[in-house]
C-alpha cells in the first residue's frame, strides 16, 4: 500500500492506467502495482513522473522482480524495452 501523497495524487490523477481498480480502492495499491500499469500502459510524460516520484533504481528494481519468474504480466515488447531502457539507465 502506497502512503506517499504525491504517489496517490499520481494514481488519481492517471486513473484510466488502473482500469481494473475502483476509484476507492485506488490509494490502496501497491508501489509494485502501480510500477507494472505504468510501465505497460503509460505514456512517456507518466512513465518520466512515475521515475521522478519513486526513482528510475527503484522501479528498475521492482520491475526487475516482477520479470525474473517463469510468468510475467508484461506485455513482451514492453518487457524487452524496460530491459534495454534499464540495462542503459539505472546502473
Same mark, same amino acid.
Given at each position: 500500500?502506497?502512503?506517499n501523497t504525491e504517489i496517490r495524487n499520481f494514481v488519481q490523477d492517471n486513473g484510466a492506467l488502473f482500469w481494473w481498480v475502483k476509484s476507492e480502492d485506488k490509494s490502496n495499491l501497491s %508501489?509494485?502495482?502501480?510500477?507494472?500499469?505504468? %510501465?505497460?500502459?503509460?505514456? *512517456?510524460? @507518466?512513465? *518520466? *513522473? %512515475?521515475?521522478? %516520484?519513486?526513482?528510475?533504481?527503484?522501479?528498475a528494481d521492482i520491475f526487475h522482480r516482477q520479470t525474473a519468474g517463469r510468468r510475467s504480466n508484461y506485455n513482451r515488447r @514492453?518487457?524487452?524495452?524496460?530491459e534495454i531502457?534499464? *540495462?542503459?539507465?539505472?546502473?
Amino acid at each position: 500500500m502506497v502512503h506517499n501523497t504525491e504517489i496517490r495524487n499520481f494514481v488519481q490523477d492517471n486513473g484510466a492506467l488502473f482500469w481494473w481498480v475502483k476509484s476507492e480502492d485506488k490509494s490502496n495499491l501497491s %508501489l509494485e502495482a502501480i510500477v507494472e500499469a505504468v %510501465l505497460n500502459y503509460g505514456d *512517456k510524460r @507518466t512513465i *518520466k *513522473k %512515475l521515475f521522478d %516520484l519513486v526513482g528510475i533504481r527503484q522501479v528498475a528494481d521492482i520491475f526487475h522482480r516482477q520479470t525474473a519468474g517463469r510468468r510475467s504480466n508484461y506485455n513482451r515488447r @514492453t518487457q524487452h524495452f524496460f530491459e534495454i531502457y534499464f *540495462k542503459r539507465h539505472a546502473h
